[in-house]
């Protein structure tokens, strides 16, 4: 069956670093798009970034700079590099994962947080 298992979230100090995996299983992962999404409290969920099957690279204007997706078709997994983190990128991270239909990951919570 399709899973999405997210892993790497945690409490972190203002301008540190956390590393965020999702590992898939259940589909062909090399021919689906593959986006983080971030829910705060109280706030819609919204898109953090995408990476498409080819590796062409999206951001939302608020992480540009400062976050990197990547992903490894080999391993099945992606991947949110986030430096220079603030305590507005509180949220549960979501992985999803998209070809001709989607699939959720139960998500991960980040606390930025001194």
């Known amino acids: 069956q399709v899973q999405l298992v997210e892993s790497g979230g945690g409490l972190v100090q203002p301008g540190g670093s956390l590393r965020l995996s999702c590992a898939a299983s259940?589909?062909?992962?090399?021919?689906?798009?593959m986006r983080w999404y971030r829910q705060g409290p109280g706030k819609e969920r919204e898109l953090v970034a995408g990476?498409?099957?080819?590796?062409?690279?999206t951001y939302a204007d608020s992480v540009k700079g400062r976050f990197i997706i990547s992903r490894d078709n080999a391993k099945k997994t992606v991947y949110l590099q986030m430096n220079s983190l603030k305590p507005e990128d509180t949220a549960v991270y979501y992985c999803?994962?998209?070809?001709?239909?989607?699939?959720w990951g139960q998500g991960t919570q980040v606390t930025v947080s001194s």
């Open positions: 990476i498409s099957s080819g590796g062409g690279t």
């Open positions: 999803f994962a998209f070809y001709l239909r989607g699939y």
């Open positions: 259940g589909f062909t992962f090399s021919n689906y798009a």
